[in-house]
């Protein structure tokens, strides 16, 4: 069905690509086991799924590092004739051999021990907001870490190395300077806001309790609106939002339903709408290639904060699916179309990095941000991280937790051993803000685009600068390429002072 005799004309991709595909039949089935483990696996079928996906993982590493397919790769990566996605096969398959290869099975085992048993210790340390009994599975974690860092090697930071894993080039460097330009400006423009009192603290619609099955046909219509195709896309239930991709024609997307504060399942609807509709507009001819997927951790959160955020929280979107959810939650009937875009995008410096609006949010990882650094440098130890997390909670966003459970131990990501993926989330939000910036030169104010509906110019326009290539570019030469500039937070900064200050 899919031809790729039109993107590749090299034998030795080609040969590399045919071997390539079992590789790939086995990512799939692993994505199914993954997506069914959250939606629908009856509770007892763990023990047998971790055995199955932990069997075919090991295939998958096997077949990646074995020494006849690794020399294919190689001998391409020599070639100097090679076109654009030739070239990104080459980059994508040397960087997943190369830390296959550097990690040792023994480490790599060992993680994948400690951590899923820590993320159990975690969940439990989390409800009895006990941090002594996470210590030291966390400690044994950042143990590990420091020594995956030292095995990839890196120049500057032993940080660097973790970054990389999740954002192809990121530097500690880099995502310092990030820090330094927005720091200061979310307090600035926090305190603006707060001080205005235009965008609430708190919401009479957040205590609002909601039938599920009402909601579940307002995200519907919702989906409906933006341009949903369930002969691609399948929307579910989890206890914790997520997209998988199966290809670049099945995706699935989940949401929650928690009986009240309704705009937090149609908000993560319409987030995993974006992260899927990336895998979904990959150009079908990468299909089976190591190039079909979103090219990072960092590219991928742009797109599903840029529906959210700046589509889905604008006034324009807002005024739009009024009449959808007042038709389906009456209570919404007593509030303006105004309220209710108040309502979207209420601000409040609060405790919770997921439940954090567009302004305070990224002040949330920088507190996570500059404590890793600190923990894979060594310079301070897990012990230490309560009281730290309390003293940069109070810097950046004015409070202090007085339970674990609502500071440090709060995330999942930690006991996963996802180190350096944080800062991922910032990436995102800045890069969401400067592909608005870039839409808007070619397509026009957004609200206005928004206001009159015309989603498809929205998703045309991402899927030929962004989408199409899955990752044939890495993330800074995508983003020269496609949006004209690098990293650049004062876009994401313009973004936020031209929505929340008024001038
Ligand atoms: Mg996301």
Redesign the pocket.
């Known amino acids: 069905m899919f031809k790729l005799a039109e993107l590749f004309s090299n034998d030795t991709i080609k040969a590399i690509l045919d071997r390539y595909k079992l590789i790939w039949s086995i990512n799939h089935a692993l994505s199914l086991l993954g997506w069914d483990l959250e939606t629908y696996m009856p509770e007892q079928g763990v023990k047998e799924r971790s055995i199955a996906t932990s069997q075919l993982s090991v295939l998958a590493h096997k077949l990646l590092i074995d020494e006849s397919f690794v020399r294919l790769v190689d001998k391409a990566s020599d070639m100097k004739d090679l076109n654009d996605y030739e070239r990104g096969v080459v980059r994508v398959l040397k960087r997943e051999i190369e830390k296959a290869k550097k990690i040792p099975p023994k480490l790599v085992e060992e993680l994948s021990r400690v951590t899923s048993e820590a993320t159990v210790v975690w969940r439990n340390a989390k409800a009895e907001n006990n941090f002594k009994v996470f210590e030291p599975y966390l400690a044994k974690i950042v143990d590990l870490m420091r020594e995956v860092a030292d095995k990839l090697g890196y120049d500057e930071h032993p940080y660097d190395a973790l970054l990389d894993l999740y954002e192809e080039g990121l530097k500690t460097r880099d995502f310092d300077r990030v820090v330094e330009v927005i720091t200061p400006r979310l307090k600035k423009i926090l305190d603006r806001v707060r001080s205005e009192g235009y965008y609430p603290e708190s919401h009479p619609l957040e205590d609002r309790e909601y039938r599920v099955e009402a909601l579940k046909r307002v995200n519907k219509s919702i989906l409906e609106l933006i341009g949903y195709d369930p002969k691609t896309l399948r929307l579910d239930v989890s206890a914790h939002p997520?997209?998988t991709s199966m290809g670049v024609k099945d995706v699935r997307i989940t949401t929650r339903y928690e009986g009240k504060d309704f705009r937090r399942s149609i908000l993560a609807v319409i987030?995993?709408y974006?992260?899927a509709l990336y895998e979904l507009q990959i150009d079908e001819k990468l299909a089976t290639t190591p190039l079909a997927k979103g090219v990072s951790l960092g590219i991928?959160?742009s797109q599903?904060?840029f529906w959210e955020n700046i589509v889905g929280r604008s006034r324009d979107f807002v005024d739009l699916i009024y009449s959808i959810v007042a038709e389906e939650l009456e209570y919404v009937r007593e509030y303006t179309p105004e309220e209710l875009y108040r309502y979207f995008n209420i601000v409040r410096p609060g405790l919770i990095r997921v439940d954090a609006d567009e302004v305070t949010y990224n002040l949330h990882i920088v507190v996570r941000f500059e404590l890793e650094k600190l923990l894979v440098k060594g310079e301070i130890k897990v012990s230490d991280l309560p009281e730290l997390w309390a003293e940069q909670y109070e810097d950046k966003l004015g409070i202090k937790p007085k339970t674990y459970s609502e500071g440090v131990l709060q995330d999942i990501h930690w006991s996963g051993g996802s180190i350096g993926y944080f800062p991922t989330?910032t990436i995102?939000t800045i890069v969401a803000a400067q592909i608005k910036h870039a839409m808007e030169s070619d397509l026009g104010p957004l609200s206005e685009v928004i206001s009159s509906k015309k989603f498809d110019s929205i998703k045309t326009w991402l899927r030929e600068k962004i989408h199409r290539w899955g990752s044939t570019y890495d993330p800074k030469t995508l983003m020269k390429k496609s949006l004209g500039e690098e990293l650049n937070p004062e876009r994401y900064i313009e973004y936020l002072e031209s929505k929340y200050i008024k001038i």
């Open positions: 997520f997209t987030h995993e974006g992260h991928h959160e599903s904060r989330y995102g």
